[in-house]
């Protein structure tokens, strides 16, 4: 295997990212709720995530050049964001069709010496389409899609010998629903999220279970602190893996944790306004389900206006140095609402900021 050329992943400033992922709103599309889908692509993870405003990123692409016109089918024209979770080609094998038909404003993966060819080319075509390309930092980052934030996790030590074990996590969030994306990581990664960021992987809404349902992609431990209501696996029909691994299917059967899976059930699609969420398309689903109470505690993806000190403020998407130090002269406030008094913050700005904040 040859490195990663690394040049590609050069850290772009926040602002910039939240002007390629903040423009070209579109207040109606998906009429206030984020859409999740799981798209079925067989042996393989592709997510596409549509924010309210009509932002796209694309969570890996599957294992072959079929993710096209499956999003083609589903409307997608433009991805604002693009990732890869790690490097293994039943993740990326659709990604370089994707940049070439979509040419997506961000691309994130992580700067992992695992590698092949087929991988550098792909990285050798987001340099040549001049997509800025971005990497997991040792911090989290959150990213704004719209109304909708995605946190990157921090990147975890490096595994020279498990390519899974360098994945890029990612928690969704929008209001009190949340979904969280391990890619492929096994036991050892997610052993460090869990004593490094907990809350962070704490109660989310749904889960993709990581490697495609195997027993090393799940355990006791983990599913007592994620708390998932859902979980989603993404397979091949009769797969030569054995993928859900019967041990797995065990703990979530223990846990009265319900599964879907795309081998079976086909696309998963989800969405959520915020406070509630429902399954509204999969295989053996006809219509709308009964809407769910999302949870309303936001581990790690708000932050508390009254409390955050200038580098969480600056690390929130949609504010500005300027804006965090008039903000931090303004307190204490009273509720989110009355963020209304900084200048700088009217009515449209503080729509977008709701989901973002807690002031109490």
Known sequence: MRRASGWLFALLGLGLL????????????????????????????????????????????GPSSQI??????????????????????????????????????????SDSSYTSERYLKLLELVRDRRIPAISPTGSARKLGLGSVVLTVFPRAPADPDEENNNSVGLR??????????????????RRWWEE?????????????????????????TWLKLVRPQLAVAS??????????????????????IPLLRTDRDGTIVIQSDGARWSVVDHRHVSSRTTLAPAR??????????NQADEGE?????????????????????????DLGRVEEIGETRLSRLRPLVVAE
């Open 68 to 109: 096209v016109p499956l999003l083609e089918r589903r409307g997608v024209t433009s991805i604002d964001l693009a990732v890869v979770s790690h490097h293994h080609d039943d993740h990326y094998g659709g990604m370089d069709d994707v940049v070439r038909r979509f040419r997506p404003r961000v691309f994130l993966a």
């Open 296 to 305: 309303t505690r936001c581990p790690d993806a708000r932050v508390h206006n």
């Open 196 to 220: 490094n960021m907990p809350s962070l992987c704490a109660d989310a809404t749904v889960l993709k279970l990581a490697h495609h349902g195997s027993r090393s992609g799940t355990d006791a």
């Open 313 to 337: 403020l600056s690390a929130t998407p949609g504010f500005g140095p300027v804006l965090v130090r008039r903000m931090i002269g303004h307190r204490p406030f009273q509720d989110v609402d």
């Open 18 to 61: 939240l002007i390629w992922l903040g423009v070209r709103e579109n207040p109606t599309a998906g009429q206030g709720r984020v859409v999740v889908a799981f798209l079925d692509v067989g042996q393989g993870d592709a997510i596409l995530v549509r924010s309210p405003e009509g932002k796209t990123a694309l969570i890996d692409a």
């Open 235 to 256: 397979m091949g029909r009769d797969n030569e893996f054995g993928h859900p691994h019967p041990q797995t299917l065990a703990l979530l059967k223990r846990f009265e």
């Open 172 to 189: 969704l969030q929008y209001g009190g629903f949340s979904v969280l994306l391990p890619g492929d990581a096994e036991g050892p990664e």
